[in-house]
């Protein structure tokens, strides 16, 4: 089975497939020729420079790689190739598995205004908005006035924040429409941009869905995913801490009938607005997502288990009511970003890796000591997880898996989670996607007396002992006379005397 | 001498404390008195403080002369530490604040510029917003961090630039006409 | 709260307290001054030299931090003091909290042929042999001719296989009283040995228990522990892969009445030997076990805040029927010695350490990148534990995060244990406490062509480079004039020509 | 140069290998050809090398000229290479097989000797128990590797050895009369 992929993802696959007793292969770049993925599986091969350009997204280069090791199935992860009808149709017609869901359905979800439709016919909430790709700024800001502001632009291949914009008032339609078609353009191939209304402070909840071959269908309950900064999601929770029983049925539902629509098959993910008591259909993410962990710690399933039984013609392994629910989990997105200085992307090299554990934390990481952090692929170095008895219970778990995470040399996430985590409206699960605009406090300067007395003396007792070592330094050279003779013949002054 | 005391002028965010080393574990910060003990731990940045048995978890990096960058729960700070005749030099020459701010825009990382929103005689408020540079497929916004006049534009779009490279330069406004 | 103890269990304890909001306080000989445990607590503590006999073991300097820091409670972990009656009553006498057994409860099981006239007397069925320590190697001989051979010598203070001997003439039972007396004497401070019938091949089976202040004890199902060398365990999983259901609650049942027969509180392991269908009682642990890992994967349960809750006088959470029973867990102990060299303890320091992830994958360790290993404590670096839906699924799953394990700088148990996983009979759940013993090919060379292949091709090409290396060295040196120069005139030789 | 190839004899297990490294990527091991590709991976020895695409992760240690210790698995191997000149050498002086035994017992860890159960002139059959170590708390049994007759018995009960001390002195069996 080859991964098409890299970083924690690969590593996740990889460790799945071995438990399956399949032999696993993997692909790297040029930066990634050490990374953790490469290690873990049974073969690895080289396909390109560091750009995913001409690694990663090279469809030729990856089948050609499977033909060579003889690959029987691909798994794309998710990013990169795995929401590409073409890639799954390429992958099939060499004569391997695509573990995903067919390319029809990939591609009727992929079309964000076409899965807007076929939601729509289903019986799925939808936003209000337009159902086919805007053609110029001049459409845009008509279609915007028509759903009412504010509104969204989102690129119709897109997905992850990236070409999405949102808009207040008619006369900044121009600027964010190109701004978004160019994101689009660069992120996925493809400039066509839509419009949606844009909910205020809406939750992000998500439904995993999960299809077999001979139509059945499950979900596995939901995600609050509401903590983001720019559409990127940096911490999910399962269950949805204010969702009732009654909603959870419903929402989980929507998602099957979702799902079902497209003659889904294989994990995905049916991502919804909730506002006011309502919920809107937004996307669905038709691979496995970044934030899977949760669902399987509060499940007991092995979601990539699921997938390769799903993609070998297996029925699920479990009926709907027998899907457990235990406890509560947490995954907080450590990424190479520094979250006190704007979100900047961060770079360097991983000096020091100290990972927690103890019972009920995870670790799905990318990374290794030694690793080189660059600016070619997502920031995602790895997903700290936790699971707790309650809700309560899981966030003092997590707090302590962060306080003992420990990585040197590149600027991380964690410091910024480490306060939401203790925030009282989030402890309250008073969430909304706009969690972290509306809690500017987070990125204040807060230093501790004690912790800012240790900082000043940690400072001190530094110098003070460089500057004793340097000072023994200097006298052990001088009690060796040819030091000095040496250096001043080199610099052609008179020998000192020793 | 390991008997002694030795008297540091300590800088954090800005403001100077005194930290007094010795005699023996002891440490005192601005008066307040500490037993304390500092051990490298790990592989290679990390440290082991204990202050009057108070556990702390650092990071500590050598960062040029006096300086330390010192990271604790995942934050990076920058202290200063000069010994009594350096911080005395400094009063005196009223530099206690550190380097003066240079009045350009720097590329806060590698990308790729995507558009310079300003022109050369402009005049921007803090805030507007001054270059887009793209990396890690994001497009990231740059803004101006206090009013100023536009001096010169030294990149222009589709260019690659590296970290710390200087985009704009400006006329403070305290300094134009 | 105070934690009496080091390592990877200190660690354990801190966390748990942690996550209930609880203080920690952690002590430290000078070996330990970077260790975890020191890292992880709030506050910590200087308590002397490295042996343990003047840091871990001296119950004055313990009482005194405590007090110096305003302690509440004392956790004492396993090893070390945890099974001292006396550290136990002065704690308590300290006006602090013990979380543990009442010193009678520990001081009942603690003589272990005290403990064997109790539970004989609870109705828990007991091995043949002596119920008072011996008072020479005449006496030993003599009891164990009553007993029928083989018999076994075993510390009365004991515990973990230190100041045991199994002897199967007569002939050899004097020297082996003197050793096991020996060895007793300097583990436990108590010289007392007692004899029992030693049972061919048995299987070591363990139940959890606990109990709180108001009468109420559970079991928490067995744990399998079979596989050992020299009466320290190796390897251990939850549940047993071969008792029924009716033996597991049989069992179980015992073990409760043993726990009631002391008038037990908190967490204990009543250990009993199975053989040929019937069980039979071997000791308690009055402490939490090094394995308590596997009991919680399976249960879900967290076993040391069930310690804290009890000892603050809170009932247990669940009545035996709502104590849950999901999948299968097992649990490599990683210590360093080096199995293919007659486990001799090894020692050096750690200069990698490479942690496996991914789902039902738990590390509870207690060293970190620069930890020195001495021999001042016990082997255990950490414990490495995996759950999966089934026995096979751990398997697998532990199989996979072992290869992904690394700790360079000293040799450890973990390649051996990974042989143990694939191994044919230990697969099938063919277990006994000779396991090791019968299985000598577990321990032979047997490297794969690949994989020798392997070794040849790297060591080759990092000779290689280092020659290649040195050339280059050479000639940029050669190309700097001044440095011959400077060899030269220090060597006193004519200088050679650039 | 990098193009060319160089044969080196390598040695594991007392077996000797012929390793031809180029040109190239291409490594020949007795004949068996490879693609290998070697990069370092981790903070200190860790070494990630592909062949044909088979992944294996290593760490490799240098243990003096030509020799390396190699760990796989969490197994440590020794591995000698020697250029071909030095291998020819080594074949003429009949060294292959590497250093011979010495005729005696090391302490193979620090700790304390509990007993010597052989006296200088005993004969010992390869299996006897030679002497009994404490290490970590246990009682560790050394016991003799081949027959031989005791020549020298250099420790005493209660001592305190290092790690590889010399504790018995063998005459082999062979040597004796």
């Known amino acids: ?498 | 001498m390991t008997g002694g005391e030795t008297r540091y002028a300590v800088a954090l965010s800005g403001k100077q404390h005194e930290v007094v080393i010795g005699p023996g574990d002891a440490v005192t910060v601005d008066g307040r008195r500490y037993e304390a003990s500092l051990a490298s731990a790990g592989a290679a940045a990390g440290h082991s403080l204990l202050m009057n048995g108070a556990s702390h978890d650092l990071l500590a990096r050598h960062a040029g002369p006096g300086a330390w960058e010192i990271e604790a729960d995942g934050r990076a700070f920058a202290v200063e530490v000069l010994d009594e005749r350096a911080a005395a030099v400094r009063r005196l020459s009223g530099a206690a604040k550190g380097p003066r701010s240079v009045p350009s825009l720097k590329a806060p990382m590698p990308g790729l510029v995507v558009r310079i929103t300003v022109a050369p005689g402009e005049t921007v408020a803090a805030g507007d917003r001054v270059a887009i540079i793209e990396a890690m497929k994001m497009e990231n916004e740059l803004r101006a961090a206090a009013d100023a006049c536009v001096a010169k534009v030294l990149v222009s779009p589709g260019q690659a630039v590296e970290k710390d490279q200087v985009l704009v330069e400006f006329a403070n406004q305290a300094a134009a006409p």
């Open chain 1, 1 to 498: 089975m080859l991964v098409a992929n890299r970083g924690e993802i690969a590593a996740r696959v990889i460790r799945g497939a071995r438990e399956l007793g399949i032999r696993t292969i993997a692909v790297f770049s040029e930066a990634d020729r050490t990374s953790p993925h490469v290690l873990h599986a049974d073969e690895a091969y080289a396909i390109g420079p560091a750009p995913a350009s001409e690694s990663y997204l090279a469809v030729d280069k990856l089948l050609d790689v499977a033909r060579r090791a003889g690959a029987v199935a691909v798994h794309p992860g998710y990013g990169f190739l795995s929401e590409r009808g073409d890639f799954a149709e390429a992958v099939e017609q060499a004569g391997m598995t695509f573990v995903g869901p067919p390319a029809a359905a990939i591609r009727a979800m992929g079309d964000k205004t076409e899965a807007r439709r076929r939601m729509r016919a289903a019986g799925v909430p939808v936003v209000p908005g337009t159902d086919s790709p805007l053609a110029s700024s001049q459409e845009a800001e008509e279609a915007a006035c028509e759903a009412g502001f504010p509104v969204v632009l989102k690129a119709s291949a897109g997905g992850g924040g990236k070409g999405m914009r949102v808009v207040r008032t008619a006369n900044e339609v121009g600027d964010a429409f190109a701004a978004a078609a160019r994101e689009a353009q660069a992120a996925f191939g493809d400039a066509s941009i839509y419009v949606e209304r844009f909910l205020e402070r809406p939750r992000h909840i998500e439904v995993q869905v999960f299809a077999d071959r001979r139509g059945n269908v499950v979900h596995l309950f939901e995600r609050e995913c509401s903590i983001q900064r720019r559409h990127q999601k940096l911490l999910e929770e399962a269950p949805s801490p204010l969702l009732g029983p009654g909603e959870r049925e419903r929402i989980g539902e929507a998602a099957v009938r979702a799902a079902r629509a497209v003659e889904y098959v294989g994990a995905g993910t049916v991502e919804f607005l909730y506002h006011g008591g309502e919920f809107f259909f937004l996307e669905m993410n038709t691979r496995l997502q970044v934030e899977h962990p949760v669902t399987e710690m509060i499940t007991g399933a092995d979601l990539v288990e699921w997938q390769f039984r799903v993609a070998s013609g297996e029925p699920l392994p479990l009926r709907q009511e027998e899907v457990p629910l235990h406890g509560h989990a947490i995954e907080c997105r450590i990424t190479s970003e520094s979250p006190f200085e704007g979100f900047l992307p961060a770079t360097g090299v991983v000096r020091e890796l100290t990972l927690p554990g103890g019972p009920g934390v995870r670790w799905d990481g990318g990374i290794a000591v030694g690793a080189e952090i660059g600016l070619h692929y997502d920031p995602l170095l790895g997903k700290l997880v936790a699971h707790g008895r309650d809700r309560a219970a899981a966030v003092r778990r997590m707090i302590g898996a962060l306080a003992e995470l420990r990585i040197g040399g590149v600027s991380t996430s964690a410091p910024l989670l480490a306060r939401v985590l203790d925030e009282p409206d989030f402890l309250a699960g008073r969430l909304s996607t706009s969690y972290l605009d509306d809690h500017a406090e987070l990125f204040e300067d807060d230093l501790s007396e004690s912790r800012r007395d240790a900082l000043l003396v940690a400072a001190a007792l530094l110098e003070h002992r460089r500057r004793r070592e340097r000072r023994v330094r200097r006298i052990t050279r001088e009690a060796r006379p040819f030091a000095a003779w040496r250096r001043s013949l080199l610099f052609g002054t008179a020998p000192a005397t020793p």
